[in-house]
């Protein structure tokens, strides 16, 4: 006889007990509740509502509403990945650009050494010698998957107990706090001023550290970004050098996250890096600079190609980088192309280069354009104040919210009441936006984040849908 089956033991998996509690209470905005009933809703569709589809302008994602790729990013990496292509009709440029990769490489199947291509680190610090007229050394960039993955290594390595915290900007983008939160790390905040244009003041660093100290954090680090995410914000080389100076004067440690340095609208605010201050200034202060092909111009989010470049840190501090990031060999080498083609694109007198130009200038223009129209028609709504977008893709605009509002958001459990306005904006129109309570904002304000992304025909309908939901909301909660 088949003996007894022995009686189940409790899972290991289970929540809340069977889980990291950091994890748990990790959030993750431009990710969160709202996506989750956009995607849920796209199922229902079409159905009994006033709208045929979701417009997604939670998340800086180009493609998926609409931006086409650019041809020569596609073309060297379609020849990169399967090179029988180089046979076919391919422009010259494109044949030579996969073949010296090819020749400096083992393909796309193998993995590269940990840092990345070695060819590929070389034309990027080729690169930034060129943009920023200083030095750069190809041993001090690593090669990530996106931006983020050098952010998250880099808190990883800062953050050694709970008591150590990181200064992140309020707004910011969720990818501090969310890591932070995972790492059990201090989150020390700094506010933005939304008065004047989401200023970074560092007399509010200033006070904001000195607080945290005061509360036994040991401060080893200060996030800017710049352009800002979500305030869209662009730094003056002044307060670059403000924030150079204060950080070397309280030994902290700058995370530069630059990824959004091609999104610059305003001419008498030119990108400048941190990199390039740091570097005139003769600082010593430790900087980490992060970049990645999927904002810019080129919006190839789902390639996952980024780097960072280490300046002033110790021999011993990037071996311990490497180590980190050879836990997981490399970066995924189509990204790593991707980052070859972002910084070293098609020269004058090259094949590809008129139609590269044509390309990215119709989608800068296209965003220079959708920025200002969004932002002029938001500040036309009743109770919303929104700062023009200097930069990056969003708009992040504050609304009166009434205070009906505000006791029904209390009565459904919501974290704010601009939960509620974004939940009933997207049921209203099917426009998915980001709460601003999920990126931080000053107490007794409520803003939402909006992509200006949709194609340029598809603008005036979007302002028109939030228009009207605007209306009734403020109606419905008077």
């Not at 209390?410 to 426009?431: F, K, M, N, P, Q």
Request: glycine residues 8%.
């Amino acid at each position: 006889m088949p003996s007894p089956r022995a009686t189940p033991r409790q899972k290991c998996l289970t929540t809340p007990q069977g889980l990291n509690s950091a994890l748990q209470r990790m959030d993750y905005a431009v990710r969160g509740e709202l996506v989750l009933r956009a995607e849920a809703l796209a199922k229902r569709l079409p159905g009994d509502y006033p709208f045929s589809r979701i417009v997604y302008c939670n998340i800086g994602n180009p493609q998926s509403v609409g931006q086409k790729p650019i041809t020569f990013v596609r073309q060297v990496v379609a020849g990169i990945t399967h090179p029988e292509l180089l046979k076919g009709d391919l422009p010259d440029d494109v044949v030579h650009r996969v073949e010296m990769l090819l020749g400096r490489s083992h393909g796309v199947g193998a993995y590269t050494e940990s840092k990345g291509l070695p060819v590929v680190r070389e034309r990027v610090a080729k690169a930034l010698r060129k943009r920023d007229g200083v030095s750069a050394d190809p041993d001090t960039i690593f090669l990530t998957n996106g931006a983020s993955e050098g952010v998250k290594v880099l808190l990883q390595m800062i953050v050694r107990d709970p008591n150590d915290g990181v200064m992140i900007p309020i707004p910011q983008y969720p990818l501090y706090s969310a890591t932070l939160t995972a790492l059990q790390g201090r989150i020390v905040e700094y506010y933005l001023d939304e008065s004047q244009g989401w200023r970074l003041d560092v007399d509010e660093l200033s006070n904001r550290l000195r607080t945290a100290r005061e509360q036994g954090v040991t401060v080893r680090a200060l996030c800017v970004i710049n352009p800002g995410n979500p305030t869209g914000q662009v730094l003056t080389r002044e307060n670059l050098v403000e924030i150079v100076e204060f950080c070397e004067r309280e030994g902290l440690v700058i995370f530069a996250d630059e990824v959004y340095q091609k999104n610059v609208y305003v001419d008498e605010k030119p990108f400048v890096s941190f990199k390039k201050v740091v570097t005139e200034l003769g600082s010593s202060v430790e900087l980490a600079s992060f970049h990645s092909v999927s904002k810019g111009l080129f919006g190839e989010c789902g390639m996952r190609g980024g780097f960072l470049e280490a300046l002033n840190m110790e021999q011993e501090v990037l071996d311990v980088l490497y180590k980190t990031l050879s836990v997981s060999l490399c970066s995924n080498v189509a990204g790593q192309v991707a980052v070859d083609v972002m910084m070293t694109p098609p020269q004058p007198g090259e094949v590809s280069h008129d139609l590269f130009v044509k390309e990215t200038s119709d989608i800068y223009g296209s965003l220079k354009r959708k920025a200002g129209k969004l932002s002029q028609a938001l500040n036309t709504f009743k109770g919303v104040t929104c700062n023009p977008s200097e930069g990056a893709m969003y708009l992040f605009p504050r609304v009166d919210m009434p205070q009906k509002a505000i006791e029904e958001s209390a009565r459904l459990g919501y974290a704010s009441a601009d939960v509620l306005y974004c939940i009933e904006l997207l049921e209203a129109t099917g426009i998915c936006t980001v709460p601003g309570s999920g990126f931080g904002q000053a107490e007794g304000t409520y803003h939402f984040r909006t992509t200006f992304l949709p194609p340029e025909d598809q603008i005036d309908g979007v302002v028109t849908r939030m228009r009207e939901f605007h209306d009734k909301f403020l109606a419905k909660y008077s």
